[in-house]
């Protein structure tokens, strides 16, 4: 069976991780979102899977190739050119737009198929999702989930009749004004007759232009309720609650990967610690080849990547840090994720080390040696608790 995951945004909601990272590709401890998309695909009978891209697209198809090493196969559809400088340039056509330039490619969609958005954690059954579907006679179902009704005004709201036929959306609707806690989430299933609703070689959306058409036309188009879990990921603040989740055991079939030294505390190889010299309280990650200094004290929810260097005495309290990371010693975070050069709290928030002349705190591990402190640092540096 076939499907398509929408990878061609931007992720401007996550920056600064998406500056160099695609979207789908952020890792939730160590494994990108979208080798969990592609698993639950696969274990649904979805063999044959089409990815749009875009921005950063060569990280996309370097990391996931023809899809062999995951018992599917994948092809993408690249938006966009290259330039004179051999760079590839992003240009995406939007949501619906990627499906139907697959399609006038060479018609790929000839039968029921799925389209996922790159960036959530899903545990749905699709099987029992496309049943539905077809039993409905639907040429467009979209999966909802429902929301305590004090959340809508952060998503789109779906409505619709008694019989799931959808009449109408909401986007952000404030409370007041929402008629449905039903939400989109994404997960959608089509028959190859919706392509006849797009138009061919321009941008279109599904949400806000393919569907109000369906809606326009009468079309067979219905929502389906369902009982699952799905961590959204469209946000800094949704990133660092979802790896919360993960180490806290909340989200299903994402285990802690590496192996439990110590209670709640989960290693990959190689770690170099003198575990009676730091206190680490769990949940904690760390990834392999990375060093911890005499006097470093963890404290959980956190994860700290692969190939990192945290200096002596440093404190990591409820926070993510990206791999090959150099935390200087003595430095103190608090409900931090820290990316490359950007140090970025919960809220998304985000603070340029290398800009703010601080990246003497926090840089590359794979830097030979570190700045030094000048005597104006070391002022800083005790004011900031470092």
């Known amino acids: 069976m076939k499907a398509m995951i929408l990878a061609a945004g931007k992720g401007t909601r996550v920056r600064p991780i998406t500056h160099t990272i695609p979207k789908p590709l952020i890792p939730i401890l160590q494994k990108p979102v979208m080798e969990f998309l592609v698993e639950l695909l696969r274990q649904h009978g979805f063999d044959q899977i089409m990815v749009n891209v875009s921005h950063l697209a060569n990280e996309i198809e370097g990391y996931f190739r023809d899809g062999q090493r995951f018992g599917v196969q994948i092809a993408y559809s690249f938006e966009g050119k290259m330039d004179e400088e051999g760079n590839l340039v992003g240009e995406a056509v939007g949501s619906a737009g990627g499906m139907k330039r697959i399609q006038d490619f060479h018609p790929f969609f000839d ?57 109408t959306f909401q986007e952000k609707p404030s409370v007041d004004e929402a008629l449905s806690n039903n939400i989109n989430t994404g997960i959608y299933i089509f028959e190859p007759e919706v392509l006849d609703y797009i138009p061919s070689k321009q941008a279109y959306d599904i949400g806000s232009e ?7 036309k009468n079309a067979p188009f219905y929502g389906i309720a369902m009982d699952f879990q799905w961590v959204d990921i469209g946000k800094v603040p949704d990133y660092w609650h979802a790896i919360r989740d993960v180490l806290q055991g909340k989200i299903k079939n994402v285990p802690i990967p590496g192996h439990e030294v110590l209670p709640g505390v989960y290693t990959g190889l190689n ?34 990547g692969r190939n990192c260097r945290l200096g002596a005495n440093s404190r990591i309290d409820n926070s993510v840090i990206f791999e090959y990371t150099r935390i200087g010693p ?18 998304g928030a985000s603070i340029d080390m290398q800009a703010a002349a601080l990246n003497w705190l926090i840089t590359d591990n794979r830097q030979v040696k570190p700045k030094e402190r ?13």
């Open 111 to 167: 039968d029921t198929f799925v389209v996922l958005c790159g960036d959530a954690l899903i545990d749905l059954d699709l099987t029992e999702a496309v049943r539905w579907h077809k039993q409905k006679g639907a040429i467009a179902t979209v999966v909802m989930k429902s929301v305590p009704i004090d959340e809508v005004s952060s998503y789109g709201v779906v409505v619709t009749d008694v019989d799931g036929r959808i009449l």
């Open 210 to 216: 393919l569907f109000p058409e369906l809606v326009a």
């Open 271 to 304: 770690v170099a610690v003198n575990w009676d010299r730091v206190e680490i309280t769990g949940p904690v990650y760390i990834g392999g080849m990375t060093r911890i200094e005499d006097g470093v004290k963890i404290v959980g929810p956190a994860t700290i």
């Open 330 to 347: 003595g430095v103190r975070l608090v409900d931090k994720l820290v990316f490359g050069r950007y140090c970025v709290d919960k809220t």
């Open 374 to 386: 000048s005597p104006e640092q070391e002022a800083i540096a005790k004011l900031l608790g470092a």
